[in-house]
Structures are given as C-alpha cells and as structure tokens.
C-alpha cells in the first residue's frame, strides 16, 4: 500500500476530498443527529446548578471538570453512528477496496466527525461556562483545550467504532474500550482549565494535548482502518 | 482515453483455493485461470460459497486454504495495481440512501481520482441504466430496482477493467438483463474481466462457468483436516 501514499499521486487528494464532501453532506442532511451531542451537552449542563447548588462558588469550582466530562460523553454519545450507517449500505466495504489507502478516506471521515461533534462542542462550552460561573481567566484555555483534545477524542472513539460496528449492540463495548483511552484527554483537559482559574500557566497542559493530537494523528486512522477491515471481513 | 499501459494483459489465477465459513468447508481445490476478455459465471446453490470466494477475489477477506495471483503476483504484493484496476459490486448496493443518484456517483468517481468530463459521464451512465430524470432525488425515494441500477450505473462510469459482481441482476427487469448483458459482451470485447455470481441463464459468447458444487470438498479431506 505504501506506492498509493506517494506524494506525486494526485487521487490521493481526490478521494480525501470525495470522502470529505460525501460525509458533510450527509451530516447536513441529518441535522437532527447532527444536533444530538450538542442538546445532551446543553442538557446536562443546565442541570448541573438546578441539581447541585445555584451557589456561584461551588459551580465555579465544578465548572472545568464538568464541562470537559459532558463534553467527552457528549463524544462518545455521537461515535456509534460514525461507521454505522457505511457498513449497513455497504459503502464502508468500497471505501476499503478504493486503490487508495485506507488512511486517507478514514482521515476524511473522522475529520468530518469532528467537525460535526467536537467543533460545535467547543464553540457552544464558553457559553455553557457562563451558565457554571466558570471564572473569566477559564474561556480561552477551555476553548483551546477543547479544540485540541475533541481532536483526540473524535481519533480515539473512532478506533472504538471501527472495532464494534460489526456487533449488533456494540454500545456498551464501544464505552468500555473508549473510556480508559479517554482518561489522559480528560485529566490534562480539565486540569488546564482549572490551572488557568487559579492563575497558573496552563501551556503545559496545551502542549501534551496537542501532542496527544499529534500521536492519535499519526496513529489512529492506521488503526481505524486495520478494525474496520477486520470488522468487514466476516 | 485507454492509453496503451491500460491495454496491459490481466490475468488472475486462483491456485487450488479452499474457503470456508464459520468452521465449515465451503469448497476445495478450486483452481481457475482468468484473463482478459473472460465472463465468468460462477454457479451453486445458496450457500455454496459464491459470495465468499468473490469477497476473496477482492481481497475483503482471505481463502483458508491457496493463493490469488494477479498478473502473477500475489494479491497482497500487488494490491494498488489490482484495485485500481477492480470494480466490486457487493451483496450490499454500497449506494447511500441520503444522497441523490448523481452525488453517490461522485463519490465514486472521486475514490478513482477520475474527474474528466465528470458531470456528462454521470449523466450518461445514468441514461444508460433508465435513471435519467431521477439524478437529483434523495435514493431512498427510489424502488429497490431503481436503487440497484444507481450500483450498476458504475458500469458505464467506471474505467476498472476488472468487475466483480455478487448477484448483479437481483430486482432487475428482463428489458434491464438484455442490456446488462451487452455492457458485459462489450467490456470483454474490449479486454476487460467479468467476474459474476447469477442464477439467470446468460447469452453471452465468451461465458465460462465454474459451479462450485463440483469443487465440495470430499469426506477424507474433512478428516484429515485438509
């Protein structure tokens, strides 16, 4: 496979581009799923001041920590649809066999997920941050860590989605593989917020998301792709 | 447009392949040769093994037992040459029901990396299968036949010179065979490979066919393990 990553081979792009254009517009088209991450993620958070305390103090204190956990299942709600719907038609099987590597439409694909969940989750949490008292100093390290670590979360899940998509309800499994991969995303997501509340630098934090991010980049559509030809081959 | 390195023999060559299915023996020792300008039929009754041994010619899934050879290489050595060159039609039509006939093209269009003249090429690729008028509505619109012509509308846009094709004339009407017929007489005219799975009576000159009942595989090698 490696002749079909050679830089000279312009279809590379075509197909990362089809696969890109092919998943939006089908994301569009089911705006109600689109939507589905994003009111649980609204949910949830509303509830947290009606269910614990309305008091500024304590939410302030719960704020970083909460908003990163809700973001994350939020993630993990939307993952079991994100090869589902591909291997019930058969599409999933054709991306595997295009001349292309696997790599690349996979790449295409979750990159389209992100767009679609972790994107949206980030740009909606400053606003939820408002309705958790989260302290001004928290904003901009929540939206960075937010944006950087979805990335992972959306690489990550996918490993979990690609593995079960051949079960009929691969739900649970899909949780249990996913969550102990999404601990480290957590504890350095919200720890940054919270360094930031209490007036630290947070860049630490930043720099192992991103290169979190980097690693999954790398690593994670050769997974992806190594599960999903084994969950197709049945 | 075939250029004289599209024109390059095809030859794939099974060598004594044996599949099986959730620990049961399919068929044994089936060895084929196919080269450029072959229709193959493969025959047997349901669940003979059809669909897995042509899921094995695409490379989906592995034969227990032998080796597929492509231009005399092994699959897996040759995997780039073989599926720029493959064009598979599954038991799933692998048409999304969200999009329109014409977007579903493509797509597919774009996994090849072929844009040339691509919006006429569509629309006479679905002029060919009787979907002209039907190009910009959401497919699950369609009836199950329409559907299946979406899948088949690949045929006419495709440039792969190897087509596999697991039960490619389900739900199709006898107007539809005829002219299914003549698009396969034609690709092997031109050297191309048809590899299909059908239980319909075929009219074609250059059919061969293989019926994988004479390849079950016998008591003595179910004991001995193979």
């Known amino acids: 496979?490696?002749?079909?990553?050679?830089?000279?081979?312009?279809?590379?792009?075509?197909?990362?581009?089809?696969?890109?254009?092919?998943?939006?517009?089908?994301?569009?088209?089911?705006?109600?799923?689109?939507?589905?991450?994003?009111?649980?993620?609204?949910?949830?958070?509303?509830?947290?001041?009606?269910?614990?305390?309305?008091?500024?103090?304590?939410?302030?204190?719960?704020?970083?920590?909460?908003?990163?956990?809700?973001?994350?299942?939020?993630?993990?709600?939307?993952?079991?649809?994100?090869?589902?719907?591909?291997?019930?038609?058969?599409?999933?099987?054709q991306l595997l066999l295009s001349p292309q590597s696997s790599y690349i439409n996979v790449m295409a694909k979750v990159f389209v997920h992100w767009l679609t969940t972790g994107v949206p989750l980030t740009l909606v949490a400053p606003l939820l941050g408002v309705m958790m008292s989260l302290p001004e100093a928290g904003y901009i390290p929540l939206l960075l860590s937010l944006l950087l670590g979805t990335g992972s979360l959306s690489l990550i899940g996918a490993i979990g989605a690609a593995l079960t998509v051949s079960l009929r309800k691969g739900g649970l499994l899909l949780s249990l593989i996913v969550m102990p991969l999404y601990v480290p995303v957590l504890i350095f997501g919200a720890s940054g917020v919270r360094a930031a509340i209490e007036g630290f630098a947070y860049n630490t934090q930043l720099?192992?998301?991103?290169?979190?991010?980097?690693?999954?980049?790398?690593?994670?559509?050769?997974?992806?792709?190594?599960?999903?030809?084994?969950?197709?081959?049945? | 447009m075939a250029n004289s390195k599209d024109q390059q023999a095809l030859a794939?060559?099974?060598?004594?392949?044996?599949?099986?299915?959730?620990?049961?023996?399919?068929?044994?020792?089936?060895?084929?040769?196919?080269?450029?300008?072959?229709?193959?039929?493969?025959l047997g009754p349901n669940g003979a093994g059809k669909t897995t041994l042509l899921r094995c010619l695409v490379s989906l899934s592995q034969p227990a037992v032998g080796e597929i050879r492509f231009n005399g290489q092994a699959l897996h050595q040759n995997l780039y040459a073989y599926r720029s060159q493959l064009l598979y039609l599954g038991h799933l039509a692998g048409i999304k029901s969200t999009l329109s006939p014409a977007e579903n093209l493509r797509w597919y269009a774009g996994l090849e990396g072929d844009d040339v003249n691509l919006e006429e090429r569509i629309e006479t690729a679905l002029k060919e299968v009787g979907l002209y008028g039907y190009e910009d509505q959401s497919c699950f619109n369609l009836s199950a036949g329409q559907q299946r012509r979406v899948a088949l509308a690949r045929l006419?846009?495709?440039?792969?010179?190897?087509?596999?094709?697991?039960?490619?004339?389900?739900?199709?009407?006898?107007?539809?065979?005829?002219?299914?017929?003549?698009?396969?007489?034609?690709?092997?005219?031109?050297?191309?490979?048809?590899?299909?799975?059908?239980?319909?009576?075929?009219?074609?000159?250059?059919?061969?066919?293989?019926?994988?009942q004479d390849y079950l595989p016998t008591p003595d090698m179910l004991m001995g393990g193979l």
């Open chain 2, 12 to 42: 794939i060559s099974l060598d004594n392949i044996a599949c099986q299915r959730d620990e049961r023996q399919l068929f044994s020792g089936l060895s084929i040769e196919i080269n450029a300008g072959d229709v193959l039929q493969l």
């Open chain 2, 156 to 212: 006419y846009l495709s440039k792969a010179r190897i087509w596999v094709l697991d039960e490619p004339l389900t739900a199709i009407d006898k107007a539809g065979i005829a002219k299914l017929e003549r698009r396969f007489a034609e690709h092997s005219a031109s050297g191309g490979i048809v590899i299909l799975s059908t239980h319909q009576d075929l009219k074609l000159d250059t059919l061969k066919q293989v019926d994988l």
């Open chain 1, 1 to 93: 496979m490696s002749s079909s990553l050679h830089s000279s081979n312009p279809t590379v792009g075509k197909a990362f581009w089809a696969t890109l254009k092919r998943d939006l517009k089908i994301a569009i088209r089911h705006r109600g799923e689109l939507a589905n991450p994003l009111i649980f993620f609204l949910l949830v958070i509303t509830m947290v001041p009606l269910g614990v305390s309305p008091s500024p103090k304590t939410l302030a204190m719960l704020a970083p920590g909460m908003l990163w956990v809700v973001a994350l299942l939020a993630t993990l709600l939307s993952l079991d649809a994100l090869f589902r719907s591909d291997f019930d038609d058969g599409t999933l099987e």
């Open chain 1, 207 to 234: 720099a192992v998301l991103g290169s979190f991010l980097a690693l999954a980049i790398i690593a994670a559509p050769l997974a992806i792709a190594g599960a999903l030809k084994m969950s197709v081959n049945n």
